[in-house]
């Protein structure tokens, strides 16, 4: 009993890929792209979704924006927080002159009593 091995057969130039090949191709350009290849992450941006070069700046666009605002919620909080202190602080700031201002009448009254007690003696 004669094995045969099973061989592809050699293809000319102008054949096209078979859907393993462009699976391979994909998987080897996806691979790249997860591991921070610009180049990859941009070819993998331009042929999947079909885009041209003006969808694909309008597409950059986009992501700022979405990245912007995320950002902006992120920073939301610490804003608040910023506000509540600039507000307590304003508080703060405030009864201190008010605690100043009584203490000040305090004082001018203990001075008018001991200047009354004086008189008397």
Do not use: C
């Not at 992450?41 to 042929?47: L, N």
């Amino acid at each position: 009993m004669v094995f045969r091995r099973n061989t592809m057969k050699p293809r000319g130039k102008n054949v096209r890929p078979t859907s393993t090949e462009i699976a391979e191709a994909w998987s080897l350009i996806k691979d790249a792209a997860r591991g921070g290849d610009v180049a990859a992450a941009s070819i993998i941006v331009r042929y999947a979704d079909n885009q041209r070069d003006a969808d694909l700046e309008a597409m950059l666009e986009r992501i700022t924006e979405a990245f912007n605002r995320s950002a902006e919620k992120m920073i939301e909080p610490f804003d608040q927080f910023a506000s509540v202190a600039a507000r307590a602080r304003a508080a703060h700031e405030g009864l201190s002159q008010s605690l100043a201002a009584f203490a000040d009448e305090v004082t001018g009254t203990r001075r008018a009593l001991n200047q009354l007690n004086r008189k008397e003696t």
